[in-house]
């Protein structure tokens, strides 16, 4: 009986503490907008790993959560293409990172569109929303400073359907 008490107790602290953990690095914004689709739909919530670029660099192909525009609240989401010092340049929607065409599975809406060549610069990334036909990005606003990073997108979890 001692034993189950004890498997009890230790069970309910490791509770609280993931509680407390999730409570202060986890953060589930709603998703508003199509940018992402379809990985990430318009009204999910998805779960953001706000301590992941602590413990590791950020890495093209992550998809992370950012402030955007500093006197908002909102978070955004979009997939990292390019990594600081280097040149990414997007023609009839082909996106190259150093001279090389991108391998981009995860595009289902692709976008004919083209940007101007950007040498990423130190602290900064190129990024990009999925549905490229349907997103505002670094092709229109620039790169995205490493100090608006929030943290990981991680996992859709709201609505059940998508987990």
Do not use: C
């Not at 992550?62 to 402030?67: H, I, M, Q, S």
């Not at 670094?138 to 608006?148: C, H, N, Q």
């Amino acid at each position: 009986m001692a034993k189950a008490r004890t498997l009890v107790s230790l069970t309910a602290q490791v509770v609280l503490l993931v509680a407390i953990a999730a409570a202060f690095f986890l953060r589930t914004p709603q998703v508003d907008g199509i940018s992402m689709e379809p990985r990430v739909q318009a009204g999910e919530f998805v779960l953001i790993n706000t301590l992941a670029f602590r413990f590791g660099p950020i890495r093209r192909g992550d998809v992370v959560a950012f402030r955007h525009d500093a006197p908002t609240p909102e978070t955004y989401i979009k997939r990292i293409i390019g990594l600081p010092g280097e040149r990414v340049e997007v023609r009839d929607g082909v996106v190259s990172v150093n001279g090389r065409t991108l391998a981009e599975p995860y595009v289902e809406f692709p976008d004919r569109r083209s940007a101007p060549p950007v040498v990423v610069p130190p602290n900064t990334y190129y990024v990009l929303g999925d549905n490229r036909a349907d997103s505002d990005d670094s092709r229109t606003w620039g790169v995205l400073a490493a100090s608006d990073i929030v943290g990981k997108a991680v996992v859709g979890i709201w609505p059940p359907r998508r987990i």
